[in-house]
């Protein structure tokens, strides 16, 4: 089975500061993918960042980077210089042998309000 | 392309009434998925095509629950008596070929905006 652990309900971050939105996962497969999505109010889940499990550096993308500590089990998001556009829910997620591969487990999420 | 579609984007319904979501994704993406989020809680998985074969489905699908792909493209999702507790956002994904297996797992799910259905 696969579990995704998000236990920030909520974050508030300065503009242009810096925030870690933590995330921690738990499955037996090998091999597995991580993923963080953006949920704004309209709705829509957006891709963000990707990260295998044998990546052995840690992904980024833009303002963006993946925190992959594997034996750990975390997959913490790091957003960089912070816009008012990033308020939005934030999404941890998996795939894996165990979900078929196809099979997306989510978590929670955490609720980020940027302020001005 | 402008990414994948969603139709209604909002229902209200009355209790024991059938309802029918449309989606159609990413013209390229073979693969098509349907998610359910209720309030507070992420996405979770409902059932998953290849083409026109639907090839997984959760136990979240009870026997009111019914999808389809007839040509291997867009999807529709029907609710037949609808409960309450169906009250939900239904979101459709899609993703390409080549996922599956080990070193295939990186190909994201690329989502629409989501139905949101109100039972009353």
């Known amino acids: 089975a696969q579990k995704i652990t998000q236990t920030q309900p909520g974050m508030f971050v300065q503009e242009k500061e810096a925030v870690t939105l933590d995330c921690t996962y738990d499955?037996?497969?090998?091999?597995?993918?991580l993923f963080w999505y953006k949920q704004p109010s309209s709705g829509e889940m957006i891709f963000l960042i990707y990260q295998g499990s044998y990546d052995e550096q840690n992904a980024t993308e833009g303002r963006y980077s993946l925190n992959f500590q594997k034996a750990r089990k975390s997959a913490n998001l790091v957003i960089s210089a912070s816009q008012l556009g990033d308020s939005a829910m934030y999404f941890c997620a998996m795939r894996g042998l165990s979900g078929g591969y196809q099979k997306v487990t989510f978590g929670i999420g955490t609720k980020l309000q940027v302020i001005p | 392309d402008t990414g994948v579609s969603q139709d209604p984007r909002h229902k209200i319904t009355k209790r024991g009434q059938n309802v029918t979501f449309r989606c159609d994704p990413i013209s390229e993406h073979n693969r098509l998925y349907w998610y359910r989020q209720t309030l507070g809680q992420g996405p979770e998985f409902l059932t998953y095509f290849q083409n026109e074969a639907q090839l997984e489905k959760s136990r979240l699908l009870s026997d009111r629950f019914s999808a389809e792909r007839p040509k291997g493209s867009f999807s529709t999702l029907e609710i037949q008596r609808t409960e309450q507790g169906d009250s939900a956002m239904y979101l459709c994904?899609?993703?390409?070929?080549?996922?599956?297996?080990?070193?295939?797992?990186?190909?994201?799910?690329?989502f629409g905006q989501g139905t949101r259905l109100t039972v009353v």
């Open positions: 499955t037996s497969d090998q091999s597995y993918g």
């Open positions: 994904a899609s993703s390409s070929s080549g996922f599956g297996g080990p070193g295939a797992v990186n190909t994201e799910a690329f």
